[in-house]
């Protein structure tokens, strides 16, 4: 089944404590993008990647790092989390092209204490 | 600054009525637009994407699209219980590759 994996689905932890969330995709998609999501605020995108080993910032990607060393990994890292950071964090793919839709992974919920 | 606006709604339709979703956008160079579905507590799935000026149909979902106003709509015919949840409309950002810009969504409810 063509999809996108996200792991963990929910997470609670504390202010400093270094957290990865992942996310994998099966379709051979080229573009992949993490996004948060807020109440009133819609999605709003933390970092994309167009293929392995090229990654860029989106618009809100303070507090964020990733990687992208193999095509259908895509990992979101928190160094230092802080409560700010609790949302809904969601990753999509999809393939090169303005027209192509994006899939989704299944969100993770993180709270920051 | 880019945006796609839209109506936080929530908009509330009864069942078998027809459901009105609108959006704008800011950027005249934006060529495709998503319809998303989005369950509370889910991830957002796609229903329609359109990049032509006018219609188009996929079963109760008609999307219009009219560039010269910078305006995409999404009707729902016959709305169902079923269809309620968040709709999101999202334009593809020009300057970015493969970047969308997403609304804060429509809320909709359908009401037996």
């Known amino acids: 089944e063509a999809q996108v994996t996200q792991n963990p689905r929910y997470l609670i932890t504390v202010t400093g404590k270094k957290l990865t969330v992942t996310c994998s995709q099966n379709?051979?998609?080229?573009?992949m993008s993490w996004y948060r999501q807020d109440p009133g605020l819609g999605l709003r995108q933390i970092y994309y990647?167009?293929?392995?080993?090229?990654?860029d910032k989106g618009d809100v990607p303070e507090g964020y790092k990733v990687s992208r060393k193999e095509k259908r990994n895509f990992p979101l890292i928190l160094e230092s989390p802080s409560p700010n950071q609790t949302s809904l964090y969601f990753c999509?793919?999809?393939?090169?092209?303005?027209?192509?839709?994006?899939?989704f992974g299944p969100g993770t919920r993180l709270t920051v204490l | 600054q880019k945006e796609v606006e839209q109506n936080s709604g929530p908009l509330s339709v009864p069942e078998g009525a027809i459901a009105s979703l609108n959006c704008t956008y800011s950027?005249?160079?934006?060529?495709?637009f998503f319809w998303y579905r989005q369950y509370s507590g889910k991830s957002p799935e796609l229903i329609m994407f359109?990049?032509?000026?006018g219609d188009k149909e996929d079963g109760r979902f008609t999307a219009q699209l009219n560039k010269a106003s910078q305006y995409v709509s999404l009707l729902i015919r016959d709305s169902q219980p079923s269809d309620s949840a968040t709709y999101l409309c999202?334009?593809?950002?020009?300057?970015?590759?493969?970047?969308?810009?997403f609304g804060a969504g429509t809320r909709l409810a359908v009401h037996p």
């Open positions: 999509a793919s999809s393939l090169r092209g303005r027209h192509n839709e994006q899939f």
């Open positions: 379709m051979n998609h080229e573009y």
């Open positions: 990647s167009m293929n392995v080993e090229v990654t």
């Open positions: 950027d005249r160079g934006s060529q495709s």
């Open positions: 359109i990049y032509s000026n």
């Open positions: 999202a334009g593809d950002d020009p300057g970015g590759y493969n970047k969308l810009i």
